[in-house]
């Protein structure tokens, strides 16, 4: 599908993230107002509460399922709903359309400067997996050598864990360096301090748009997936080190988790689908993919000491996973777990063979072995007060990208 | 607190789970009628949707917050709400009210008997611990060598991890035996089978009744919780066994946590506080207990084949835990992760130093390798099809108890 031209100008350019193709969905407000649904076009938001409200754009023509400060009640709606939206507002905002329909898409939409966004749907549950070999093989190395670099089930299981939906907060909200259970490996006791380990997770998060009782496939998992963001998974190594066995990360990934404020539709992602890699070891037949299922996503963060320019300190693609989000919900799903519309699975940190594709700090730094130079002549292991961390990804068309828009945290000190 | 007459003949034997002493919050329902919230006392269900909405006992003068199919709105009240309305419940249940009174109650109230019940509150998120040293122990012994058996964390954190509040379901809901992915020790692959030792965990729920946003004291932890039930985490030990490691169980235990009905409020249970037991180790300052914050509540199991006589398979008590789920919530917050009402927080299996006090099958039978023989003759290692497990607490008073109900649930066989 080749680029889809608008009459909103703001939308056509080549690094625009929101050109028509690519119609996002968000929860914003302006100044004192209410929070509505909002879908990003340019540098404007459509108020997609107004238009429904309106009776201009109805996803649902019996309930107001916009009327709500998030979208989880039009993914209910499920798949043919989805596309019948998606087919109505495009056909609004494309190019030639009605001069009548451009006036009214101005009177209910408003400047994205002007508007502050909040988290785009109620999270249900969350949970976060772990599944980029090249993530896992570098932890694995660090925490128990290179030779038990890889947990025998990697290659069979989308390793994954429970995390807590409560904590996931929207790009831009002011993080605080968490206390938690320190010991290092030389102190005789452990101590309750603030993390000196506190580290990022660039990741890719599925939402989940059908509710499910029962295993489903992977064919099935990948019609169930409505949409992405970018994800940030805060994560304090020092607090992990000393809790995360047997029972697995808990308080050191309770802090928070950023997300981007824009949903991604998979519609919007199809003409980037791509495989996922040739299997190492052969996958029990639940797990197989039957077509491709990742997406050619580029994805880089960006680190800014307080008052500071930006270092670029990672590159990679989300076409570097192991295991596509279909392949994870069908394992999710594989114990009779039911799923729940606004459910959000994370990916796992996404690194790639080279140093500078690595997503985590724990990595780029190696442990904090190997300190990284920024731009400004500063170094880094960890992540430091008042650093702003940005998560940015994009899918590259001719002519066009399908942009995510950025997640963006800044670390506060950690309180008294 | 001595025992407390009703009115209502039914509530003052010794052996009534539901005395006037207890007043524990439900949902139910009558034929095809509404989710209504009720209080049990006696053989009677009071309907307290009902009589807040006729105006006789309100929780909050401005808003009904029982007209819901949950306990959540109540929740949300607070403390002093919470002791306002069991003082006038009370009040209205005592022997020797006025007629008109006790009129009324009848009105508004049905036979237990003729009554479904539902799950009694929306449950925001799932946490499980793992907090009682006999069970860690035994555990560890059986996974990781008698050296090995207690990992060097756990004298100094209450281990946890999210586990899948949309698993949670009401005692009596039939459960499928999960398929998941299993290897044994002598197996060359893995296979995706019908789990062949699943599992119950005898453990006390613990439910968030007011929210938080920072870390709090154990203290202040004690006061945000609302009540407790009695939960059953089925557990698929063999699924467990191959993936739990690095990061924790997940679809082992994510078919199904049994509760029982009636929420049994920390008002209640106040007569029987106990403290947890001597520290092995130093706690950090953040754990410390400021009081006795358990509570002596006898626990037991029954296992029944189909359409066979119950076996008692575990007697243990609420008393062993390690941790109090007042130190388990104050854990739960101490990295700033976000508690809301509703949250659910499992105490972990709860086991006591004798072979009848385990509170899994997996140490009941040591792993399989010492099968129990049930009082019909045969022998269990684990869950058989169509077993019934029914897991029931009591506090003992002077001449009355403190009675939870039953959790109870009937495996069925895995789907085709």
Known sequence: MGF?????????????????????????SVGDGDLRCGVAIGDRIVDATGLEAAGLLRADPDADVLDAPYWNDFMELGRNAWSRYRAALTAMLADGVDEVVQDAIIIHSVPMAEAVLHLPFRVSEFTDFYSSRHHATNVGT??????????????????????????????GTPITRP????????????RFAPSARFDIELELGAIIGQASDRPISVAEAFENIFGYVILNDWSARDVQAWEYQPLGPFQAKATATTISPWIVTAAALEPFRTSTPARAEPLLD?????????YDIALEVGLSPDGGTETL?????????????????????SSGCPMRVGDL???????????????????????????????????????????????????QGDGYRIGFGSCVGTVRPASQ
Chains 1, 2 share one sequence.
């Open 4 to 28: 889809c031209r608008s009459w909103l100008d703001s939308a056509n350019g080549r690094d625009c993230d929101f050109p028509l193709n690519n119609l996002p969905y968000g929860v914003f």
């Open 142 to 171: 660090m925490f128990r050598g290179a030779e038990n670099a890889l947990p025998p089930n990697w290659l069979h299981i989308p390793i994954g864990y429970n995390g807590r939906a409560s904590s996931v907060v929207v790009s």
């Open 179 to 190: 206390h938690g259970q320190i010991k290092g490996p030389g102190d005789d006791a452990p």
């Open 286 to 294: 639940y797990l197989n993919e039957p077509g491709p299922m990742l």
């Open 313 to 333: 300190i990672c590159q990679t693609n989300y076409n570097e996973m192991y295991f596509s989000a279909a392949q994870q919900l069908a394992h999710h799903t």
């Open 345 to 395: 699975l994370g990916s796992g940190t996404i690194s790639g063979p080279e140093k500078h594709n690595r997503g985590s700090l724990l990595e780029l730094s190696w442990g904090g072995k190997e300190p990284l130079t920024l731009d400004t002549g500063e170094i880094r292991c960890f992540v430091e007060d008042r650093d702003t961390l940005v998560l940015r990804g994009h899918a």
